[in-house]
């Protein structure tokens, strides 16, 4: 079936480090890529997505390459701030289909 | 900017009492849906709808559930009768008509605690 992993969390991270938050999905076809985030008390928010294979996503300095060949979508970014600290939850868009599946989301805290 | 409202934040209620959560989707976009994540785990598709009626469901959503788009703004989620497994957050989203990866927009979330 169709599915998302992600690393497990909580992660904790200081400031100005560099961050990867692992992603790999199962999937028939060739499914969309998102990253979400999630900042306490708001609801997810699209961080950024990639359509096809070895698209790159990017936003705030966050970056994900779709990497078919290892059915990967890991979460980069090369400098954290405190303010990213969130729940951040990687999802894919069945081709044909409405529903997005997640996975269980990667807490990240980042300590100043 | 444009959001997906949801009201209320938090709901509390008693088991077997029916409960409706609202939402306001962005006012051009057409596609609806429902999620729900439970405390700790996976963000799970609950129900798509498009053009008045339901486009996809989950074997989530048996016949405890509805949902309706009574007029122009709101769209809602009804569960008749809650048990205990229904404590939840209720995530509502909507897109715009168009090719199926067109971003879908989250509301901030409604929390329902079964007692």
Known sequence: GNSVTQMEGPVTLSE????????????TGYPSLFWYVQYPGEGLQLLLKATKADDKGSNKGFEATYRKETTSFHLEKGSVQVSDSAVYFCAQLIQGAQKLVFGQGTRLTINP | EPEVTQTPSHQVTQMGQEVILRCVPISNHLYFYWYRQILGQKVEFLVSFYNNEISEKSEIFDDQFSVERPDGSNFTLKIRSTKLEDSAMYFCASRLQGASTDTQYFGPGTRLTVL
């Open chain 1, 16 to 27: 100005e480090a560099f961050l990867t938050i692992n992603c790999t999905y199962t999937a």
